[in-house]
């Protein structure tokens, strides 16, 4: 591309902006705040449903393939050429921010409008991916669409997984209408650039714009079921008690201050959901259903905490008398991306004049998945205060329109070598 065709792109940013604001509002929830929009509901359709318009619109090629991800592709100046990949996920988890996701789909969309505002095709064919059900918390595990997408799991067991709810995806799929026809991850990208906020605090701390994410740490989810025994709480003597109830009080405390506290800082781990049987207040609980949410940059410090883990379950047997069985829900090791793409957002930034710096991913992406097919990188923007998964997630305009910057400028340099 020549020097002017370069200097001739640019973002529109109110556009962007509003439709990430549209975007942002489907699933509203006015009574707890923040928008909800699992996996393949109503709500996520809608989602669907406005990007595929927005890929219309563009002239996109849009398809959905048979695990539901929604594929817009812009034609090029050559599309024989390998495609460059963006992309990222529209589902949230309860209650979500506005951000985390939508603003690596709707970027990825406004690079291709930048081209097409500007008259130029593409050397090379571009494609915008929402892969489905990236949060995993309808349907396990996390990353699931573009982890079939890259063949990671087979698509029978992606359209079987069960959700939460009693639902199997791939009749969710059908429900909404997006049981797509076009096989998976048929276009393996010359390469994959995801944008996304960082979800942390680390970039605000160190007053930094942009993240040059080299990596993703290491993720063991796993749902733990304890059994005691259902007792009168009034009645029984506690050296009686089989108490499911207690043992996953002293899990949960177990793996803050034993396996998290005392990794150095790399360890952490959250229970995030839990449930008794039967559940009454008068009943010592002989049921206990809850999961471990742990993580680590390193396999190896995040099999030691596995480990630990069940050596603290098998320990319970003895002093709290219940018996116990854990369930593997989503686990992948750490992964390393693409160490010139990499470079290359560090370096974009820098000629942008955006204070940048190299960084590992605390949260799970799609990125993680596809980088086992093509050569992948993402990039962050703060996240003001850290927070994410909740509906305070914020990030200043400017900021967005920073990392979209870095991100547009990161496809012409791909797409001109
Ligand atoms: O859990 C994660 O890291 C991602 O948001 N699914
Ligand atoms: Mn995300
Ligand atoms: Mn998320
Ligand atoms: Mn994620």
């Known amino acids: 591309m020549s020097t002017t065709e370069h200097a001739a792109l640019h973002i529109d940013e109110d556009r962007f902006l509003n439709e990430l604001r549209t975007l942002g509002a489907i699933g509203t929830d006015t009574e707890k705040g923040g928008r909800t929009r699992l996996a393949l509901t109503d709500a996520e359709r809608q989602g669907r449903d406005f990007v595929k318009g927005l890929m219309t619109d ?37 209650n979500a921010g506005a951000l985390d996701g939508c603003y690596g789909v709707l970027g ?12 130029i095709l593409p050397e090379r064919p571009i494609t915008v991916i929402a892969f489905t059900g990236e949060e995993g918390v309808r349907y396990h595990p996390d990353m699931l669409g573009s982890l079939v997408y890259a063949g990671g799991m087979s698509l029978e067991e992606g359209l079987a997984s069960h959700g939460i709810d009693g639902t199997v995806l791939g009749d969710e799929l059908r429900r909404i209408g997006y049981d797509g026809t076009a096989p998976v991850g048929t276009i393996v990208p010359a390469e994959y650039i995801e944008l996304h906020i960082e979800q942390g605090p680390v970039l605000e701390a160190e007053g930094l714009t942009i993240g040059a ?11 733990i079921t304890i059994n005691g025994t259902a007792n009168h709480a009034g009645t029984t003597p506690t050296r009686l008690r089989r108490d499911a109830g207690l043992a996953a009080a002293k899990v949960i405390a177990f793996m803050r201050k034993e396996i998290a506290d005392n990794s150095g800082g790399t360890t952490i781990a959250a ?19 809850f999961t471990a949410d742990i993580r680590d940059p390193d396999e190896t410090k995040l099999q030691e905490a596995e480990k630990k883990l069940l050596a603290f379950l098998e320990q319970l047997r003895e002093t ?14 750490p992964v390393k991306f693409d160490e010139p793409i990499v470079s290359l957002v560090a370096q974009t930034a820098q000629e942008l004049g955006l204070p940048a710096m190299r960084m590992v991913s605390g949260a799970g992406h799609d990125a993680q998945m596809i980088a086992r097919i093509a050569p992948a990188a993402m990039i962050f923007v703060p996240s003001a205060g850290g927070v994410s998964h909740n509906p305070r997630e914020h990030t200043d305009d400017q900021d967005l329109i920073h990392g979209l910057r870095v991100l547009l400028r990161v496809v012409q340099r791909r797409l001109e070598s």
């Not at 990825?108 to 008259?119: F, I, K, M, S, T």
Request: charged share 20%; aromatic share 6%.
């Open 58 to 94: 563009l002239g996109m090629r849009v398809q959905v393939d048979q695990i539901g991800n929604l594929i817009g592709t812009l034609s090029s100046k050559d599309d024989s050429k390998p495609h460059l990949m963006m992309g990222s996920h529209i589902d949230t988890v309860r």
């Open 108 to 119: 990825g969309l406004a690079v291709c409008r930048a081209y097409q505002d500007a008259g």
């Open 213 to 223: 994410v080299f990596g993703v740490q290491g993720i063991s989810w796993q749902r």
């Open 271 to 289: 229970t995030g959901s839990i449930a008794f049987e039967p559940n009454l207040v008068n009943v010592i609980p002989r049921k206990a259903i």
């Open 320 to 333: 709290d008398g219940i018996e116990f069985s854990t369930e593997s829900l989503a686990r992948f090791e």
